[in-house]
């Protein structure tokens, strides 16, 4: 066994959004979101759950809190539902919502935990829904004035802050596929969906400047997944090349280059799905940010196929160790992107705001959970981070999707992926073999390997 020390000051943390554990979903005056309607509507959740309750963390963020303390992490990734401050998405805030993540903070503060706001992580008001969400420019600039609100008011206390959580996920999951809010199977619009949030993320970066204190930071977390060749034939390489357009260049390049990949642009224009952008807006997306975030879970694998009217690739899924969510545990792939990161994008600070993995746990009788498949899942990520590290990348910090077992979106309550196992029929919690481990991973600032 070799122990790795990371540097002085890293991040180690736990992540987690609003709708997948606060349930309250209409208490205190919090107005309806996208995935409230989306849950509500019969078929939409694999077990025919919602997150009306969830891990009720709305009432038992105390506890919550307390339950960090013990894992001793000094950082925690939450993300602020839109609709719980503004109702309606505009217009009157819910001085009961902010009162909520005001607490939050403090004590999280109280108890040297550094706290990590995302300000999207999917849950848009349904009134902004009803008036086009993010099909309609409109609702970029509604976010900007929802995050500065945010900003002005808790700008001083929470040090880091993300504009978007996986915009990838939100648009084409969202829109084109339809399997999350709202829902809607539509291409073209989650083409032009990618363009407002990103527009949004922007506009949000501008206000933080004029708004924030020059020691808050903020960034993005997007979904950054490896795609694969099958073999190294050509043609497989250039599927996963065009899929590498579509999952990680349409977001990176805009960000950080200010443009659209050209090959990805192409393939919009020939099936008229490239969308509406307005001069300047490419300078918007590009505002330069302090760090980037990185949710790694997995890498997928292509093969060049006619079937594929858009991109002609097929996913192909060899024999390999998987998850519960299917997803192959590819540890390697993390250190790939990180190093990718540093070679073609940016010098930023990186975090990896999200990691972890759902396997299906089975509960002792005391309630702990003996959650190997997990832990090891995390040691093998960690190996690879420090991987990174050793090799230049500016990594600073780390968080373990998720604290909790939670919804997990369509899936509902089937997906644990949680450091503490959650009794839904009580809300009591337990900590995991997974969280004892990564307290004394904490602790030392170290991982053995
Ligand atoms: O639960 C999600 C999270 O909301 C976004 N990133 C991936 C996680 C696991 O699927």
């Known amino acids: 066994m070799v122990l790795l020390q990371f540097p ?34 019969s078929g939409k959740i694999a077990d025919g759950s919602n997150g009306d309750v969830a891990c009720d963390h709305y009432h038992l963020w105390r506890e919550d809190v307390d339950y960090m303390a013990q894992l001793g992490v000094n950082a925690y990734r939450f993300s602020i539902s839109w609709p719980r401050i503004f109702p309606a998405g505009t217009g009157r805030l819910n001085q009961k919502g902010l009162d909520f993540y005001r607490r939050l903070v403090a004590a999280l503060r109280e108890r040297g935990i550094t706290p990590m706001a995302t300000l999207y992580h999917w849950d848009l008001p349904q009134a902004l829904q009803d008036k086009g969400g993010w099909g309609n420019r409109d609702t970029a600039g509604w976010f900007a004035e929802y995050a500065a609100f945010l900003f002005q008011r808790l700008g001083g206390e929470i040090p880091l802050w993300i504009t978007h959580n996986e915009p990838f996920v939100a648009a ?11 829902g809607l199977r539509r291409p073209r619009l989650a083409v032009q969906v990618v363009h407002h949030l990103l527009l949004s993320h ?62 990805l642009w192409r393939t919009y224009r020939t099936r008229f799905l490239a969308p509406k952008v307005a001069s300047g807006d490419l300078e918007t997306t590009a505002e330069p940010v302090d760090f980037l975030g990185v949710n790694y879970y997995t890498r997928m694998i292509h093969r060049a196929s006619l079937l594929d009217p858009l991109l002609g690739a097929r996913e192909v899924k060899p024999p390999a160790k998987r998850t ?18 540093k070679r073609e994008y940016t010098d930023l600070p990186l975090y990896v705001t999200e990691n972890g993995a759902a396997f299906a746990d089975v509960a002792g009788p005391d309630g702990t959970v003996e959650d190997v498949d997990r832990l ?18 500016d990594l600073r910090g780390y968080f373990v999707w998720s604290l909790l077992d939670n919804f997990e979106w369509a899936h509902g309550y089937t997906k644990p992926f949680g450091l503490l196992r959650v009794d839904f029929a009580t809300q009591k919690r337990y900590f995991k073999a997974s969280a004892r481990w990564f307290a004394e991973v904490a602790r030392k600032n170290a991982v053995e390997v």
């Open 172 to 182: 084409f999951l969202g829109h084109a596929t339809g399997e999350d809010a709202p």
């Open 202 to 263: 922007g506009l949000a970066v501008r206000a933080f400047r004029q708004i924030a204190p020059a020691s808050a930071k903020i960034g993005i977390a997007l979904f950054l997944w490896p795609q694969e060749p099958a073999t190294d034939r050509p043609r497989d390489m250039a599927a996963a090349r065009r899929m590498d357009g579509l999952v990680n260049r349409q977001f990176l390049d805009p960000l950080f280059k200010g443009r659209y990949p050209e090959d």
């Open 8 to 41: 002085a000051g890293f991040l180690w943390g736990t992540a987690t959004s609003a709708y997948q554990i606060e349930g309250a979903w209409n208490e205190d005056g919090k107005g309806e979101s996208i995935w409230d309607r989306f849950a509500h509507t």
């Open 376 to 393: 090891e899942y995390l040691r093998l990520h960690l190996g690879q981070a420090y991987r990174a590290i050793a090799d230049g990348v």
């Open 324 to 341: 519960l969510m299917g997803w192959e545990v590819y540890p390697q792939g993390l250190y790939n992107m990180l190093v990718r990161l």
